[in-house]
């Protein structure tokens, strides 16, 4: 592991999430210099095996956004499990989960238990959806939440076919809420010693987000106009098309468009398109304007001129052509680790500090790997794992069930 030199070195975080959401919002804090404790069950985080990696058990997605945390295997429906994790609680600033409220309190560990532990913790509940509500016990995934936030329907509207975005955009969003979220309570507890509760659900979560713009005229009380924002809802708006391939450019600010329209002269400019006013009322229609004249040259020459003219433009590019950015790798944002199964070139930490930078903490754990350590810091001495389902997958080093009290010598 690589030496803890983020602000938030010194922060102690037990992680009981899987999937995304969570994981993705305490890699971020293992960066920043958290000592993450990754709490798993016998057979491991689902994660480890949904795509491709060098070993069962440690898959691209898996190792990136638990990479840096360390793993401890505790089975929690074992009376031993649940000590050793009371014991872990004793120490830790944070206790972050993902499970539903019913199995959390099932297995003992709901806000009120947890803070009879420890009554400074900052507890974060990472739900599909808020316990207030009448969802409150449905499952949650990605693609169900992207569906109940509307993403599909604005994908049909622009396409005619009802798509996800090809992003797992609702993981993500509550993963960096989650993130701010037990930040904010960690900030307050610095300042009063106080502890609290947190809760992020996936679905109000990516419903604010979707929000912010597509609210509009729905906004008000009465409604000025139905939700939905216009210009990212025009069929039009979409890459151009250039005489060799495609381009990403807008021309919005009337400094742009003033630019544009001088350098250009395409036949059909008129004062009904000065302000971005007009523009706006008649989005789509400036959309295919565009569009037409852009087919007249090829992409380099109208990168060549929007770059003169300082107009926001760009290619299109693919994920993997990000590896190879000059501006990214120039920022320095990839960082390659060496691991026990070969280097990994990980994106690292896309903020900057100047006087507590963060770094990616280090490789993503095998399965029960820490166990021994971690137990060891509080007291306890692990067994061997009691229960394991088979996932029809190696479970790399050897992992631990549940613990007992280790004698003293």
Request: aromatic share 8%; hydrophobic share 40%; proline share 7%.
């Given at each position: 592991?690589?030496?803890?030199t983020?602000?938030l070195a010194g922060?102690?975080v037990?992680?009981?999430t899987a999937m995304?959401?969570?994981?993705y919002?305490?890699q971020i804090?293992a960066?920043m210099?958290?000592?993450?404790i990754?709490v798993?069950?016998p057979?491991?985080d689902t ?18 956004v638990?990479?840096g945390?360390?793993?401890?295997v505790?089975?929690l ?6 000590t ?9 600033d944070?206790?972050?989960h993902s499970m ?7 297995l ?5 238990e ?5 009554p400074?913790?900052i507890y974060?509940?990472?739900y599909g ?6 969802d409150?016990?449905?499952?949650a995934?990605d693609?169900?939440?992207?569906a ?12 005619g076919?009802a ?10 969003v509550?993963g ?11 900030f307050?507890?610095?300042?009063t010693?106080?502890g ?14 979707m929000?912010?713009e597509?609210?509009?005229?729905a906004?008000?009380d ?9 210009r ?19 021309i919005?600010?009337?400094k742009?468009w003033a630019?544009?329209?001088d ?11 000065a302000?971005?006013e ?7 229609s400036?959309?295919a304007l565009v569009a ?10 109208w990168l060549?001129?929007?770059r ?13 052509a ?5 501006q ?5 944002l990839f960082e390659t ?6 280097r990994?070139r990980?994106?690292g930490?896309?903020?900057w500090?100047s006087?507590?930078?963060g ?7 095998e399965?029960?790997a820490?166990?021994?350590a ?10 061997s794992?009691?229960r394991?389902?088979s996932?029809g997958?190696?479970?790399?080093k ?11 010598t």
């Amino acid at each position: 592991m690589a030496s803890a030199t983020g602000p938030l070195a010194g922060v102690r975080v037990l992680d009981l999430t899987a999937m995304v959401m969570g994981p993705y919002c305490t890699q971020i804090m293992a960066d920043m210099g958290a000592d993450v404790i990754k709490v798993e069950p016998p057979e491991g985080d689902t994660t480890r095996y949904i795509s491709v990696g060098p070993v069962p058990g440690m898959s691209g997605v898996f190792v990136n956004v638990n990479r840096g945390k360390r793993s401890v295997v505790l089975d929690l429906q074992t009376e031993a499990g649940k000590t050793a994790l009371r014991a872990l609680i004793e120490t830790a600033d944070v206790f972050i989960h993902s499970m539903r409220a019913k199995a959390i309190a099932r297995l003992g560990f709901s806000y009120d238990e947890v803070v009879a532990v420890n009554p400074a913790i900052i507890y974060t509940n990472c739900y599909g959806y808020g316990r207030r509500g009448p969802d409150r016990d449905l499952p949650a995934y990605d693609d169900t939440i992207q569906a109940e936030c509307g993403l599909p329907a604005v994908q049909k509207q622009l396409t005619g076919e009802a798509s996800y975005v090809g992003t797992i955009m609702a993981d993500k969003v509550a993963g960096l809420t989650a993130l701010y979220a037990t930040m904010m309570a960690l900030f307050h507890r610095e300042r009063t010693g106080q502890g609290q509760e947190v809760e992020v659900s996936m679905f109000e979560t990516l419903a604010s987000f979707m929000l912010v713009e597509h609210a509009n005229g729905a906004i008000f009380d009465p409604p000025l106009g139905p939700a939905g924002y216009p210009r990212a809802l025009a069929p039009n708006r979409r890459p151009y098309r250039t005489s060799d391939g495609y381009i990403a450019a807008l021309i919005y600010t009337d400094k742009h468009w003033a630019a544009f329209i001088d350098a250009v002269r395409p036949a059909w400019a008129s004062d009904q398109y000065a302000t971005l006013e007009q523009r706006a009322r008649q989005i789509d229609s400036v959309y295919a304007l565009v569009a037409e004249t852009m087919q007249e040259r090829t992409t380099e020459e109208w990168l060549k001129l929007f770059r003169e003219l300082e107009i926001p433009a760009a290619p299109i590019r693919t994920p993997g052509a990000l590896f190879d950015n000059p501006q990214l790798n120039a920022v320095g944002l990839f960082e390659t680790v060496d691991t026990p199964h070969g280097r990994m070139r990980f994106p690292g930490v896309p903020t900057w500090f100047s006087r507590t930078p963060g770094r990616v903490a280090g490789p993503a754990p095998e399965l029960g790997a820490d166990t021994s350590a971690v137990l060891d810091e509080v007291g306890l001495a692990p067994v061997s794992a009691s229960r394991r389902k088979s996932t029809g997958h190696a479970d790399g080093k050897e992992a631990f069930a549940s613990a007992r009290p280790r004698k003293e010598t």
